[in-house]
């Protein structure tokens, strides 16, 4: 909802999908509680107050910051499977609590280009929408526009903490990974992706694995964003592994077993959360 739809004590609903939802999904009657939000901060503790033929009247009983919402912020590069398999990774990931997808292009990915995705990022942020109400979130995630990889990449570097599950990692465990953040005195068993710029998109990728002395400054940020990128069905290139590397971007591993595309995001997500909010 929008501060607009607030009158007094009352909030008044009168988008018709909102209508919808409440009527004829919840079957929701005058007296039954409806939490709401503002999309903003704002969570309210409502009641339906009365239901007209296109508008529904809340009583708020109460105002609160929200209290579903994760204290990280957390991003999904997500490179675009084949068929409908993206409707389900947004639908479980808006429900671990991600705060933005965006749809990826790999070297190997094999979906619809271009233009021709328009169409389904607005089914996307629709799914993104419903299941927003059904888990009770404060915020509807960003599902952005349409991504090639070098921007993406470039996007992925300005967040405090950066990975990828990659499955030619042998080295270093998401739990290796994440644990050596959280807990600075936990001792990584391998290697640190160097922090210089890279030539160009990919950069010659000379300097990735080697442990650089900038690894105290790396660990010792706060992490207040995460962003980590699931490859497409047939993996991420070799140049473009090494481009993440090279703009510290970790790789890491997510087990002994190849998870689909559609698995690993929210697999790791379900990890990330884990660590940082449990």
Known sequence: MSAAQIEGGNIYVKNKNDINHLKNVLRAKIGDGVDISDSGSWEYATVIDEIGRDWIR???????????????????????????????????????????IVPVLCARTVAVRGDGYGARLERLRRVASEAVKQCGRGIVPEVAGVMGFC??????????????????????????????????SYAFRGRLPDGSDSDGCFGDGSNASRIGERRDEVLSRAV??????????????????????ALSCWPVSLGRTILRTETAAAATLAMLMYELEL
């Open 58 to 100: 809340l009583k708020i009983m109460d105002k609160r910051r929200f209290a579903r919402e994760p204290s990280v912020k957390v991003a999904l590069y997500q490179a675009i499977p084949k068929s409908g398999k993206m409707e389900d990774i947004v639908r479980k990931c808006v429900e671990l609590g991600i705060n933005r």
């Open 151 to 184: 921007e993406a990449a470039g996007e992925m570097a300005r967040h405090d903490l950066r990975f990828f599950p990659y499955e030619n990692e042998n080295e270093i465990t998401i739990k290796d990974f994440l644990r050596r953040f959280i807990a600075p």
């Open 224 to 245: 207040g964003s995460v962003a980590f990128m699931i490859g497409p069905e047939g993996g991420f290139s070799d140049e473009e592994a090494e481009s993440l590397k």
